[in-house]
């Protein structure tokens, strides 16, 4: 159990207890580790600290402590870069395997947080382990598509499969070939099923930040199947 959702049929059923803080000098500070664990106090609005993992123009921003990974919904686009360290204020909100902070405001904190990947195998990611995290691991590419949002390449780790997003780039990129060996850091992010009440993972991605975080370890063999029909062919 990570949350509780109330529907209510409008505002005439809402009651306003206490008003919040206009200028957050109140506001709770917990690790991401400890949100939307049970406590005993009331919750409401609450900031973190973490270091920015990944930041999509648009999108959400993740960030990471020491304990967990969190995606924060801002207010306002957030000027941010890979590496720095923020502060959060927002009211978190359940998630398939990690909190959600919603309606946020980001800003950059004065004190440095480090945040190293963590080595993972496709089986700890599928299961959620480490959702919303910076991790690496390795596999053989399948396939390279470039679709309209952003770059994928298809890979597979045992016997999953999983997409890497590369956002586009103006560096020109040597992709390697199908059957390359390529070790792989970024942003995990599962997807999951409702099945009959019971939450269900069923795939999960990685949001790499740039071309930089995909490295060759092994070339693909030059013995492929296109070359061999190739050599059959003479």
């Not at 004065?110 to 700890?124: C, G, K, L, M, Q």
């Not at 910076?134 to 770059?151: C, I, K, W, Y």
């Not at 390449?153 to 390529?182: N, R």
């Amino acid at each position: 159990l990570t949350g509780v959702r109330i529907f209510v049929p409008d505002w005439n059923s809402v009651t306003i207890l206490s008003k919040g803080d206009p200028v957050l000098t109140t506001t709770p500070e917990t690790s991401i580790g400890d949100l939307l664990q049970y406590a005993t106090a009331e919750r409401r609005r609450v900031r973190v600290h973490g270091v920015v993992t990944l930041v999509r123009p648009g999108g959400p921003v993740y960030i990471q402590d020491s304990t967990a990974g969190l995606m924060v919904q801002a207010t306002a686009p957030a000027n941010l870069s890979t590496g720095e360290t923020v502060v959060a204020d927002g009211f978190p909100a359940p998630g398939a395997f990690s909190p959600v902070l919603q309606n946020a405001e980001i800003r950059r904190a004065d004190r440095t947080i480090r945040v190293e990947p963590a080595d993972i195998s496709a089986e700890d990611a599928l299961a959620g382990y480490y959702e919303s995290q910076l991790v690496r691991m390795e596999g053989t590419l399948v396939n390279h598509l470039s679709t309209f949002a952003d770059q994928v390449l298809v890979v597979q780790a045992g016997d999953l499969l999983f997409d890497a997003h590369i956002p586009y780039t103006s560096k020109e990129i040597s992709w390697p070939g199908s059957g390359a060996l390529v070790r792989l850091t970024g942003v995990c992010s599962v997807r999951v099923q409702d099945r009959s009440g019971e939450i269900v993972p069923i795939d999960f991605n990685l949001q790499l930040r740039s071309p930089d975080d995909m490295t060759v370890v092994r070339a693909a063999s030059w013995w492929n199947m296109r070359h061999i029909l190739q050599l059959l062919a003479v």
